[in-house]
């Protein structure tokens, strides 16, 4: 192997969210990892479907704020 290409890897203590904590080698410059996606709360292993809001944020803006100016604006006719 080639010196100086190589990327140095150290231990790393990993804790997921349900608690597990496990060592392994990386790259991060941290000692530890918190992680607060695992088997147990991801949708992908426990098959629960999260549903996420798929409006723009230039409708959020819209309805949030796009009826109120519209009335100022009626309002100061």
Same mark, same amino acid.
């Given at each position: 192997? +080639? /010196?100086d290409i190589h $990327?140095?890897?150290h231990p790393l203590q990993v804790s997921?969210?349900?608690g597990t904590i496990f060592m392994t080698r990386s790259t991060m410059s941290s @000692?530890?990892?918190s *992680? @607060?996606?695992d088997s147990t709360n991801? $949708?992908?292993y426990t098959g +629960?479907?999260?549903f996420v809001d798929t409006a723009g944020r230039v409708e959020k803006f819209k309805r949030r704020y796009? *009826? /109120?100016t519209a009335d100022a604006v009626e309002g100061a006719e």
């Open positions: 192997m +080639k /010196k $990327p140095n890897y997921l969210a349900d @000692e530890t990892y *992680s @607060e996606v991801h $949708p992908f +629960k479907r999260q796009g *009826s /109120k």
